[in-house]
Protein backbone atom coordinates (compact mmCIF):
# COMPACT_ATOMS: atom_id res chain seq x y z
CA UNK A 1 0.00 0.00 0.00
CA UNK A 2 2.72 2.73 0.96
CA UNK A 3 4.80 1.87 -2.06
CA UNK A 4 1.84 2.56 -4.42
CA UNK A 5 1.28 5.50 -2.42
CA UNK A 6 4.94 6.86 -3.06
CA UNK A 7 5.14 5.60 -6.78
CA UNK A 8 1.99 7.86 -7.62
CA UNK A 9 3.84 11.16 -5.44
CA UNK A 10 6.73 10.62 -7.50
CA UNK A 11 4.39 10.14 -10.91
CA UNK A 12 2.65 13.75 -10.15
CA UNK A 13 6.12 15.58 -8.75
CA UNK A 14 7.29 14.16 -12.44
CA UNK A 15 4.37 15.41 -14.33
CA UNK A 16 4.27 18.78 -12.44
CA UNK A 17 8.03 18.90 -13.01
CA UNK A 18 7.31 18.25 -16.72
CA UNK A 19 4.08 20.36 -16.92
CA UNK A 20 5.50 23.35 -15.13
CA UNK A 21 8.92 23.59 -15.32
CA UNK A 22 11.59 23.73 -11.71
CA UNK A 23 12.12 27.05 -12.12
CA UNK A 24 8.44 27.71 -12.22
CA UNK A 25 8.03 25.12 -8.98
CA UNK A 26 11.03 27.11 -7.01
CA UNK A 27 9.09 30.49 -7.68
CA UNK A 28 5.61 29.74 -6.21
CA UNK A 29 7.38 28.08 -3.65
CA UNK A 30 9.49 31.78 -2.80
CA UNK A 31 6.30 33.32 -3.16
CA UNK A 32 4.67 31.28 -0.72
CA UNK A 33 7.30 32.10 1.87
CA UNK A 34 7.35 36.02 1.23
CA UNK A 35 3.77 35.82 1.61
CA UNK A 36 3.75 33.82 5.34
CA UNK A 37 6.75 36.82 6.21
CA UNK A 38 4.03 39.44 4.78
CA UNK A 39 1.33 37.69 6.76
CA UNK A 40 3.68 38.56 9.87
CA UNK A 41 3.47 42.11 9.19
CA UNK A 42 -0.49 41.86 8.23
CA UNK A 43 -0.71 40.15 11.80
CA UNK A 44 -0.44 43.92 13.07
CA UNK A 45 -4.03 44.90 11.54
CA UNK A 46 -2.82 48.68 10.68
CA UNK A 47 -4.44 50.57 7.97
CA UNK A 48 -0.74 50.27 6.53
CA UNK A 49 -0.21 46.41 7.20
CA UNK A 50 -3.32 46.36 4.92
CA UNK A 51 -2.37 48.79 2.56
CA UNK A 52 0.95 46.84 1.76
CA UNK A 53 -0.51 43.66 1.67
CA UNK A 54 -3.13 44.74 -0.99
CA UNK A 55 -0.67 46.14 -2.85
CA UNK A 56 1.52 43.12 -2.98
CA UNK A 57 -0.86 40.11 -3.39
CA UNK A 58 -2.47 42.20 -6.34
CA UNK A 59 0.50 42.02 -7.99
CA UNK A 60 1.27 38.62 -7.49
CA UNK A 61 -2.22 37.50 -8.81
CA UNK A 62 -2.10 39.63 -11.57
CA UNK A 63 1.61 38.40 -12.70
CA UNK A 64 0.91 35.07 -12.36
CA UNK A 65 -2.33 34.89 -14.16
CA UNK A 66 -0.81 36.90 -17.14
CA UNK A 67 2.82 34.43 -17.00
CA UNK A 68 0.19 31.59 -16.73
CA UNK A 69 -1.80 32.24 -19.69
CA UNK A 70 0.96 34.08 -21.33
CA UNK A 71 2.51 30.92 -23.55
CA UNK A 72 -1.18 29.79 -24.77
CA UNK A 73 -1.42 33.25 -26.67
CA UNK A 74 -4.53 34.43 -25.40
CA UNK A 75 -3.83 37.14 -23.50
CA UNK A 76 -1.09 40.48 -24.33
CA UNK A 77 1.78 41.02 -22.13
CA UNK A 78 1.95 43.04 -19.06
CA UNK A 79 1.42 46.82 -19.42
CA UNK A 80 2.91 48.45 -16.37
CA UNK A 81 0.64 51.11 -16.41
CA UNK A 82 -2.21 48.53 -15.75
CA UNK A 83 -0.58 46.68 -13.18
CA UNK A 84 0.22 50.20 -11.28
CA UNK A 85 -3.19 51.03 -11.65
CA UNK A 86 -4.63 48.10 -10.37
CA UNK A 87 -2.56 47.64 -7.36
CA UNK A 88 -3.19 51.56 -6.49
CA UNK A 89 -6.71 50.93 -6.55
CA UNK A 90 -6.44 47.82 -4.43
CA UNK A 91 -3.85 48.84 -2.38
CA UNK A 92 -6.28 52.35 -1.42
CA UNK A 93 -9.18 49.44 -1.21
CA UNK A 94 -6.94 47.38 1.63
CA UNK A 95 -6.31 50.11 3.14
CA UNK A 96 -9.74 52.07 3.85
CA UNK A 97 -10.77 48.76 4.74
CA UNK A 98 -7.81 48.13 7.41
CA UNK A 99 -8.93 52.15 8.49
CA UNK A 100 -12.93 51.15 8.85
CA UNK A 101 -11.85 47.75 10.86
CA UNK A 102 -9.04 50.06 13.19
CA UNK A 103 -11.77 52.43 14.43
CA UNK A 104 -13.67 48.85 15.49
CA UNK A 105 -17.37 50.84 15.52
CA UNK A 106 -18.99 47.96 17.46
CA UNK A 107 -16.70 48.59 20.51
CA UNK A 108 -17.59 51.94 20.27
CA UNK A 109 -21.35 51.48 19.64
CA UNK A 110 -21.40 49.14 22.87
CA UNK A 111 -19.90 51.66 24.58
CA UNK A 112 -22.08 54.68 23.72
CA UNK A 113 -24.87 52.42 24.30
CA UNK A 114 -23.62 51.87 28.00
CA UNK A 115 -23.53 55.20 28.63
CA UNK A 116 -26.66 55.95 27.72
CA UNK A 117 -28.52 53.14 29.28
CA UNK A 118 -26.87 54.33 32.86
Known amino acids: MKGSESHRRELVVESLIRVAGF ?8 IFLFLLWLASIVADRSPK ?7 VATAIVILVHRLALLPLGVIRPVRWTDLALSVAATALWCFVVGWIRS ?4 KR ?3 RRARTLR
Open 23 to 30: SAIFFVAL
Open 49 to 55: AWLAFGA
Open 109 to 111: WRA
Open 103 to 106: LDLP
